[in-house]
């Protein structure tokens, strides 16, 4: 398979507790986005990066967030003291535009679903 | 004023039917413009995408961007129940995409 995959699928937690999501993009694909989407609404863009370097951040993301992409390939996101207002499908997409303010399209991951209780 | 604006439906047709998705937008700097189709629960799958004003096909589906009047629109002829889905318009100047809300559409065997 050669899409972009996200683990886990489905996270129920309770809240305070803090979570880790994994992304791992079409390979050789240099850029690599986070988005949350909730019912009814499009995804809204959370940060993305381009190889390691995490160029962008949207005043969405809280401090209680925070994203990695270590090596320029597989990207993690945490929330730390989830909040109830967290519920949500976490989108991964990864793109193959290779010079940061370059414009390409982007490809989906399945999505994790977070409900904090 | 949102950048990009999506009538959410739902709308509803009989199959076979042409059905008409439509956006407008608000920054003159895009540039790509993206239809994606998302099924429950799932990920946004790309199904067309354009850069720049004009028409493309690809099988049943046609995107049109007309950048004069800051307006993109999707169509899909002979709509199949397998079509029923939410179909997402997206558009982009760089690094960032900007998504509408959805349009929900049901295809009525």
């Known amino acids: 398979d050669t899409g972009v995959s996200q683990n886990p699928r489905h996270k129920i937690t309770k809240r305070g507790q803090n979570v880790t999501f994994r992304c791992d993009p079409i390979s050789e694909h240099n850029r690599l986005y986070w988005y949350r989407q909730t019912l009814g609404q499009g995804p809204e863009f959370l940060t993305y990066?381009?190889?390691?370097?995490?160029?962008?951040k949207s005043r969405l993301l809280s401090d209680r967030f925070s994203a990695e992409r270590p090596k320029g390939s597989f990207s993690t996101l945490e929330i730390q003291r989830t909040e109830q207002g967290d519920s949500a499908m976490y989108l991964c997409a990864s793109s193959p535009a290779r010079l940061a303010g370059a414009t390409d399209t982007q490809y989906f991951g399945p999505g994790t679903r977070l409900t904090v209780l | 004023q949102k950048e990009v604006e999506q009538d959410p439906g739902p709308l509803s047709v009989p199959e076979g039917a042409i059905v008409s998705l439509n956006c407008t937008y608000s920054n003159s700097a895009f540039q790509y413009f993206m239809w994606y189709r998302q099924y429950s629960r799932k990920g946004p799958e790309l199904l067309m995408y354009t850069y720049s004003s004009g028409n493309k096909e690809d099988g049943r589906f046609t995107a049109q961007v007309d950048k004069s009047s800051k307006y993109i629109s999707l169509f899909i002829r002979d709509s199949q129940p397998s079509d029923s889905a939410t179909y997402l318009c997206?558009?982009?100047?760089?690094?960032?995409?900007?998504f509408g809300t959805g349009t929900s559409l049901t295809v009525i065997p």
């Open positions: 990066f381009q190889n390691e370097a995490q160029l962008e």
């Open positions: 997206a558009m982009s100047a760089g690094n960032q995409f900007y």
